[in-house]
């Protein structure tokens, strides 16, 4: 074959293969994430109470532990992510971190199943320390991993440039199916951990997971696996900034064409130039007499990478304060509804499923969203799903601040309640009001940065970007824990009584309220802060290179050999849809 014609394994390597990928192979995906999220949901909510009731730990204790535990595993998916991007595929990626997230869930029933594995007081320590902690940091690392890889692995499923929308569906219905799981979760596993025994709990969140993993590898046959890219992602980073540094006493072109960009080729797609951090442009600057190499001068599709992970630096900070306002309905409402009256005629609902009320809404909305409200969007807006993903994030954002404000008003009516007449109590279904409010809110912020995450992303780093969506969680429960400790520290110092807002275990001595207002004061200084940055971000600007399953010849190709080429724009001939091409 000629030189200008030849079409290179890496230039197709990702192209979409008859009978793989699509609907069919990301259903295996929702069978495994709903499976999954039915033991982790149900343990992460009742986690607080079993720590309190069993490791013995105070009430801002077992809450930070909890904090810390989620946002420790939201912060180890960014390893999971870069692990498929650069060395492993998605799959083989989760099913390594998945052996550790299984080994942690034996490790957890062995030892609330064992009385002489648990502490007898106020003392967590030797080996019962080692085991404990042992547990909870494989759970982390494992399900942490899982979700660094997975989300990006369904999304690889779909060509959103054949199939419009295809993608926004996809991260929808994940999220269907994680919350169906985690509706059986919070209700029937919390009823059995905490009526039967916590190890129960443990032991059939692991049957679940493991039950999870094995429909996740059937579905081997029709998932369309991407190869890591060639350069890692934080490799190609430290490129363009070395190279600017090294080029920073160069002059810009007035043209950007003039940057340095290579000739047409698939395996490295090509991003349109944008105006925003110009001095990153001085990588894509060629120096006289200077052998071009990639420490040395980047593509100006390189560089915009580099620009695009900027960019979404500024959004992440953003949605910080929603996810610290997410963990107090893990935390502290749990032991709200636990000093609440919790009866339904004769039937007392756990305090920890709670939350089912949430998770119920979003099952019911999901789909009402996703089949009337995209279509009807559609229509008005052109976009493919109905709107932006940074306006979806600013929804959440907007009812999350609302939720927070409900909470504060409901906890100063069950305090009084509980000061006036500790033996009538009222009723659990008042937590109801926030929990609902804050699911829709996640419903539309938790799907809008998954989205985003993933289309805005080069195409060699999207798990890597994807667990962006968790990093903002993992900051999120961690700044949670920060806060209580800091407003304990500062109220003690500042309060007559010398205590803490939510010191102790008895909520009706704390002031939970003011900590409620502060997150929703806090929360609509943030969400003034989202609005400048997302108005200031720019939308990736693909050029007609950028789909994974086209291929770009130059004009001189021999079109003659390749009967099935489409002709595109004047100076290139591209492949499209090669896996639509009859033999």
Not at 53 to 76: C, E, I, Q, R
Not at 92 to 119: D, K, V
Request: proline letters at 4%.
């Amino acid at each position: 074959m000629e030189e200008g014609t030849k079409l290179e394994y890496n230039s197709v390597r990702n192209c979409k293969m008859k009978g793989k990928g699509g609907f069919r192979a990301s259903s295996f995906i929702y069978g495994f994430v709903g499976l999954d999220n039915i033991g982790f949901v149900a343990n992460m909510v009742s986690m607080v109470l079993y720590l309190s009731f069993k490791m013995h730990f105070d009430l801002s204790g077992s809450a930070n532990t909890v904090t810390n535990l989620l946002g420790s595993t939201y912060l180890l998916s960014i390893i999971g992510g870069f692990i498929s991007d650069t060395y492993l595929n998605r799959f083989n990626t989760i099913i390594i971190f998945g052996t550790a997230e299984i080994l942690a869930w034996a490790l957890m029933t062995i030892q609330a199943r064992y009385s002489f594995l648990q502490p007898k007081a106020n003392s967590l320590e030797g080996g019962i320390a080692v085991l404990f902690y042992v547990s909870v940091c494989l759970l982390a690392l494992g399900t942490g991993g899982v979700r660094g890889a997975l989300p990006a692995l369904g999304a690889d499923q779909f060509d959103e440039n054949n199939s419009k929308g295809a993608v926004g569906k996809y991260f929808n219905w994940l999220l269907l199916s994680s919350v169906s799981g985690s509706a059986i979760g919070v209700t029937i596993i919390v009823w059995i951990s905490t009526n039967k025994g916590w190890w129960m709990g443990f032991l059939i969140s692991f049957a679940t997971t493991f039950l999870g993993f094995i429909i996740f590898v059937f579905g081997k046959p029709f998932y369309q696996l991407q190869l890591p890219a060639q350069t890692p992602p934080l490799t190609r980073i430290l490129q363009v900034i070395v190279a600017a540094i090294r080029n920073r006493k160069l002059q810009l072109p007035d043209n950007p064409q003039q940057l340095y960009e290579k000739d047409s080729d698939s395996s490295d797609p090509k991003i349109a130039h944008t105006n925003q951090f110009r001095c990153l442009d001085k990588a894509a600057v060629v120096p006289k007499s200077v052998e071009i190499t990639e420490w040395r001068v980047c593509t100006v599709s390189k560089v915009e990478e580099v620009k695009i992970v900027t960019r979404m630096l500024p959004i992440i900070g953003s949605t910080i304060i929603m996810n610290t306002c997410l963990a107090q309905l893990q935390t502290f409402s749990v032991q709200q509804g636990y000093r609440m009256n919790r009866h339904f005629g004769s039937f007392e609902v756990p305090a920890p499923s709670v939350p089912v009320i949430p998770l119920l809404f979003m099952c019911i909305l999901i789909p009402i969203y996703d089949l009337l409200f995209v279509p009807f969007a559609r229509k008005i807006t052109n976009h493919p799903s109905g709107i932006t993903q940074l306006q979806r994030v600013g929804v959440g954002l907007v009812l999350s601040i609302i939720s927070m404000g409900i909470a504060a008003l409901v906890e100063i009516k069950r305090k009084n309640q509980s000061l006036k007449n500790p033996l009538q109590p009222i009723h659990v279904f008042w937590l109801s009001f926030q929990y609902a409010i804050f699911g829709i809110a996640d419903m539309f912020t938790l799907v809008g940065m998954l989205e985003f995450f993933y289309k805005e992303a080069p195409i060699g780093m999207r798990s890597l970007s994807t667990s962006f969506t968790w990093i903002s969680l993992s900051f999120g429960y961690f700044l949670s824990s920060a806060f209580v400790d800091i407003i304990n520290s500062v109220t003690k110092r500042v309060s007559s009584s010398k205590k803490g807002w939510l010191d102790g275990q008895d909520l009706d001595q704390n002031n939970l309220q003011l900590f409620y207002w502060f997150l929703a004061i806090l929360s609509c200084l943030n969400f003034i802060n989202y609005i400048y940055w997302a108005c200031w971000y720019k939308y990736k600007s693909d050029d007609h290179q950028t789909s994974a399953n086209d291929i770009v010849l130059p004009k001189s190709a021999s079109v003659s050999r390749v009967p099935f080429l489409k002709v595109d724009h004047e100076n290139d001939v591209t492949l499209q849809g090669l896996e639509d091409h009859k033999n």
